[in-house]
């Protein structure tokens, strides 16, 4: 169970409307903290909300896309008369996903704001706040792509990779100050928009998890920072960082094509 006097009495999650997400505005919300949940989609966002206040609580929602220049501010607009002791930043998407070389730079500039540029800012302002305080917890939701290049996937993995140093570092700074940062490292998920997307979770071997116990499993071990890695892939996580480089990051290719039904 989370421990609201160090975590509460409010919680931030940006992508809060599905998926994982949702998952953990409803672990936080059986616990008893209050929510405030931004997501870019109304629809979703308001049912997840609407099921997280069965418990109780008081949910705030933002919808807003946060690619915005001023997310920041629209966010500060709902958060600055409480005190939010968890940012769960959760948004990190592949929001434009194509072979480098002939794709769009802007496409490219938007994954790097949405997931480098945003987490930045948000981590910033409430981890101050935190460390003011002497207590509160970020969880930065990472990814197994973080740990090798992967075609046509090449800025979104480099920016998880950019998320897993980051976390280790913020870490390192807040830890003293009784405030505690995880990467919540995440392989295959079956979330909803994962299977929007038409992944092959059939593959032989795969581990696939759900966003319920990711969720759970993140909350129980944000204490265990700088990172954890979830769902039974430490072993994968391992191996990916390993070396030869170019035997790796090439038998993590064909496996991934198999889950993007490409091969």
């Given at each position: 169970?989370?421990?609201?006097?160090?975590?509460?009495?409010?919680?931030?999650?940006?992508?809060?409307?599905?998926?994982?997400?949702?998952?953990?505005?409803?672990?936080?919300?059986?616990?008893?903290?209050?929510?405030?949940?931004?997501?870019?989609?109304?629809?979703?966002?308001?049912?997840?909300?609407?099921?997280?206040?069965?418990?109780?609580?008081?949910?705030?929602?933002?919808?807003?896309?946060?690619?915005?220049?001023?997310?920041?501010?629209?966010?500060?607009?709902?958060?600055?008369?409480?005190?939010?002791?968890?940012?769960?930043?959760?948004?990190?998407?592949?929001?434009?996903?194509?072979?480098?070389?002939?794709?769009?730079?802007?496409?490219?500039?938007?994954?790097?704001?949405?997931?480098?540029?945003?987490?930045?800012?948000?981590?910033?302002?409430f981890g101050g706040l935190m460390k003011d305080r002497g207590r509160g917890g970020i969880v930065l939701?990472?990814?197994?792509?973080?740990?090798?290049?992967?075609?046509?996937?090449?800025?979104?993995?480099?920016?998880?990779?950019?998320?897993?140093?980051?976390?280790?570092?913020?870490?390192?700074?807040?830890?003293?100050?009784?405030?505690?940062?995880?990467e919540l490292v995440l392989g295959v998920t079956r979330t909803p928009a994962m299977i929007r997307a038409?992944?092959?979770f059939d593959v032989p071997g795969m581990i696939v998890q759900e966003p319920e116990d990711a969720a759970?499993?993140?909350?129980?071990?944000?204490?265990?920072?700088?990172?954890?890695?979830?769902?039974?892939?430490?072993?994968?996580?391992?191996?990916?960082?390993?070396?030869?480089?170019?035997?790796?990051?090439?038998?993590?290719?064909?496996?991934?094509?198999?889950?993007?039904?490409?091969?």
């Open positions: 169970m989370i421990d609201i006097t160090q975590y509460g009495p409010w919680a931030v999650i940006a992508g809060g409307s599905e998926g994982v997400g949702s998952a953990f505005a409803d672990e936080l919300a059986a616990a008893g903290v209050n929510l405030v949940l931004i997501a870019r989609k109304p629809g979703p966002l308001e049912e997840t909300a609407a099921k997280v206040r069965s418990h109780g609580v008081e949910v705030r929602t933002l919808s807003l896309d946060l690619l915005v220049e001023d997310a920041l501010a629209q966010i500060r607009a709902v958060t600055d008369d409480i005190e939010v002791g968890l940012l769960i930043f959760n948004a990190g998407a592949n929001s434009y996903g194509h072979e480098f070389v002939t794709g769009d730079l802007d496409g490219f500039r938007g994954v790097i704001d949405l997931n480098i540029t945003r987490q930045l800012e948000l981590s910033h302002h939701l990472g990814s197994l792509a973080g740990y090798m290049g992967s075609e046509h996937q090449s800025i979104y993995a480099a920016s998880k990779a950019f998320s897993r140093v980051f976390a280790e570092s913020l870490w390192l700074e807040l830890e003293p100050y009784g405030v505690h940062v995880v038409g992944l092959n759970r499993e993140g909350l129980e071990h944000i204490t265990d920072g700088p990172v954890w890695v979830a769902g039974g892939n430490y072993e994968g996580a391992r191996k990916r960082a390993g070396f030869p480089r170019d035997r790796l990051v090439k038998g993590a290719a064909e496996t991934m094509r198999k889950l993007l039904n490409r091969s």
